[in-house]
């Protein structure tokens, strides 16, 4: 029974730790959208989502690379502006399935705001 708690105690430790890790944000951008955003709309705090979804759409990544970026997130702050909840989920949603993988690749350190 010993031996199984000193097998198991480390390796629990790191599956926790892994869990911990896996729900945190991987871009500079994704540690500002948590609290500025993700906040925000669990809170429905539609003042601060609307002003937070304009500096999104203000300081866009090389637009190029994402070209509905700034739509998507006007689209959401118009949304705030309404107090549409399911319009800035949407506008949230589909600019994560557009761009969340590739900005985690390309953009992790780019800094922000």
Same mark, same amino acid.
């Given at each position: 029974?010993?031996? %199984? %708690?000193? +097998?198991? %105690?480390?390796? =629990?430790?790191? %599956?926790?730790? /892994? +869990?911990?890790?896996?729900? #945190?944000?991987?871009?500079?951008? /994704?540690?500002w959208m948590l609290p500025n955003v993700g906040?925000? !709309?669990? @809170?429905?705090?539609? *003042?601060? +989502? #609307? !002003?937070?979804? !304009?500096?999104?759409?203000?300081?866009?990544?090389?637009?190029?690379d994402y070209p509905k970026w700034v739509e998507?997130?006007?689209? /959401? =702050?118009? =949304? &705030? @502006?309404?107090?549409?909840?399911? /319009?800035?989920?949407?506008?949230?949603? *589909?600019?994560?399935?557009?761009?969340?993988?590739?900005?985690?690749?390309? #953009? &992790?350190?780019?800094?922000?705001?």
């Amino acid at each position: 029974m010993r031996n %199984l %708690l000193r +097998l198991t %105690l480390p390796l =629990a430790t790191v %599956l926790v730790a /892994g +869990l911990v890790a896996a729900g #945190q944000p991987k871009t500079l951008l /994704g540690k500002w959208m948590l609290p500025n955003v993700g906040d925000a !709309k669990s @809170a429905l705090d539609y *003042d601060t +989502l #609307q !002003k937070s979804l !304009k500096l999104v759409a203000d300081k866009p990544p090389p637009i190029a690379d994402y070209p509905k970026w700034v739509e998507m997130a006007k689209a /959401g =702050a118009a =949304a &705030a @502006a309404k107090e549409d909840a399911k /319009g800035v989920k949407k506008s949230c949603d *589909d600019c994560h399935s557009a761009y969340r993988e590739k900005y985690i690749k390309e #953009q &992790a350190n780019r800094p922000f705001p």
